[in-house]
């Protein structure tokens, strides 16, 4: 079974305005992560949250956690044409990181 | 700034050949991954490495995938006989952490195409 899912799957919005994607979970966690693509590149590590967090901030990006709910979503504020990408959630307790299906960000000048 | 560097970049082979992919990980890393992205889907897992065995794979690392760290700063993923659905990015990274499943760093891939 797939261990993180997205949504939305796309999400297109004006520079300035908000961005929140939200991740979701099936199995119990130690932490979750946040990766950035850019079209055709390699992953970008963002930010990495405990289990025992419920909110992290690093820059205009704000990461909340709910592991009653198995939930995650990230939140990029006062969005820039320059955030464009796509954004996965990644989860693992071994030594391997399982990526979710991702949310493609468009932010339009 | 350190970096995980790739080679090569693009590789178009034809269906049944060899084909063996390069990764130079950050220096003081100890755990090294491949995953692959086909075009337009997620990234996915293949193999992990650490202390020159692997520690996890996935199923669709069967025994046409090989790895290995022949010297003290290469990791190559061998596919033995390529076939039209192993066309993908496939990417390599490396992590200080693996137990912990710590911040992964990417390289920026190498395309496969197989014809």
């Known amino acids: 079974s797939q261990q993180g899912e997205e949504d939305p799957q796309a999400l297109s919005i004006q520079e300035g305005e908000n961005a929140t994607m939200n991740c979701s979970y099936k199995t119990s966690i130690n932490n979750l992560q946040w990766y950035r693509q850019n079209s055709g590149r390699g992953l970008v590590h963002l930010i990495l949250i405990r289990s ?48 979710g299906t991702g949310t493609r960000l468009q932010v339009f000048p | 700034e350190p970096e995980v560097t790739q080679t090569p970049s693009h590789q178009v082979t034809q269906m049944g050949q060899e084909v063996i992919l390069r990764c130079v990980p950050i220096s003081n890393h100890l755990y090294f991954y491949w995953y692959r992205q ?31 760290r022949p010297d003290g700063s290469n990791f190559t993923l061998k596919i033995r006989s390529t076939k039209l659905e192993d066309s ?24 496969l195409t197989v014809l």
């Not at chain 2, 997620?42 to 794979?57: P, T």
Request: aromatic share 12%; charged share 25%.
């Open chain 2, 38 to 68: 086909i075009l337009g889907q997620k990234v996915e897992f293949l193999v992990s490495f650490y202390n020159n065995e692997i520690s996890e794979k996935s199923e669709i690392f069967d025994d046409q995938f090989s790895v290995e």
């Open chain 2, 88 to 111: 993908a990015m496939y990417f390599c990274a490396s992590s200080v952490q693996g137990r912990e499943t710590g911040e992964l760093f990417f390289g920026e891939g190498s395309r």
């Open chain 1, 52 to 99: 025992n967090e419920r909110e992290k901030h690093s820059g205009r990006l704000r990461v909340t956690l709910d592991t009653s709910k198995k939930s995650s979503s990230l939140l990029i504020t006062a969005s820039r044409a320059a955030d464009t990408a796509s954004y996965f959630c990644a989860t693992g307790n071994t030594d391997k990181l399982i990526f």
